[in-house]
């Protein structure tokens, strides 16, 4: 489905300061794969998702999706197969335009743009059945500003969005961080449903362990560029918060810390 090839990332080429984060990185996601990914600040988990989506460029290596090698392709281009939400729910949806302006906007994504109505109103009751999934009372509230909502209400709102086109790739970047406890669970709901029910290829980054476990049928930590633990199948289901506590503890006195 997505392979990183023999990945090469360097930040502050050519100074002091220069550091290089990927050294011959390599990773394979199979298809339907749902995967959880931990790991400490500046390991590489966000740095490999912007690697993916195409947000940076690369020293050296090769990006494939579906046996194409996309590399060279630009971010707008690669997006029309993926969707990705972020930490910031703001960040996800238009604040100035209303929910109905959003989801025709989401809906328009990878298509050309022409001079025609930006809101297709046989499409409507469409988007109002996608929110009405969410059980948020969304669907009464087309007209409304998304500004005004709150933070779960817009996140939650930013996973249908990005699911709206049919995608082959799923990136959720720590995307219930932001949120409040309860709230963090909705959305975490959500993206379980979401991710089965499109059966869509995931790649979740996340600092909630218990998320990391219960959600996804494959667990990766990574640490200063490498990955340190994968976890797949039988032997993700038996993994316990402990034992990635343990694997942060050993990591740490590793480290000096």
């Known amino acids: 489905m997505v392979e990183l090839k023999n990945i090469y990332k360097y930040y502050n080429t050519g ?23 931990v790991g400490s600040n500046g390991s590489g988990k966000t740095s490999m998702l912007n690697i993916i989506c195409g947000s940076i460029p690369l020293e050296k290596g090769n990006i494939i999706m579906d046996g194409k090698d996309i590399t060279k392709e630009r971010e707008y281009k690669r997006l029309k197969n993926i969707g990705r939400v972020y930490q910031n ?45 969410l059980n948020l009372g969304l669907e009464d509230k087309m007209d409304v500003k998304v500004g005004v909502l709150s933070g779960g209400q817009r996140q939650a709102m930013s996973l249908v969005m990005s699911t709206l086109t049919p995608i082959k790739f799923l990136i959720l970047d720590e995307h219930t961080a932001a949120l409040d ?9 959500l993206t379980g449903k979401i991710v089965k029910e499109k059966k869509l290829t995931t790649i979740m980054v996340t600092h909630n362990l218990r998320y990391a476990v219960e959600y996804g049928n494959r667990l990766l930590m990574m640490h200063q560029g490498n990955i340190v633990m994968d976890k797949v199948g039988k032997e993700k ?5 402990e034992h990635i506590l343990n694997m942060f503890n050993e990591i740490s006195i590793e480290c000096g810390n």
């Not at 406890?181 to 975490?188: G, H």
């Not at 289901?237 to 918060?241: G, H, K």
């Open 237 to 241: 289901e038996e993994t316990q918060i």
């Open 89 to 133: 729910p703001a960040f996800g949806t238009c604040p100035d335009m209303t929910i109905l302006e959003n989801m025709s906007l989401a809906d328009n994504k990878g298509k050309p743009f022409n001079l025609s109505f930006g809101i297709n109103k046989k499409r409507i009751d469409y988007y109002r059945d996608c929110l009405r999934f």
């Open 181 to 189: 406890p309860k709230t963090a669970e909705l959305i975490m709901e």
């Open 15 to 37: 100074t002091v300061n220069e550091t290089c984060l990927f050294n011959n990185f390599n990773l394979e996601v199979k298809k339907e794969q749902f995967i959880s990914v």
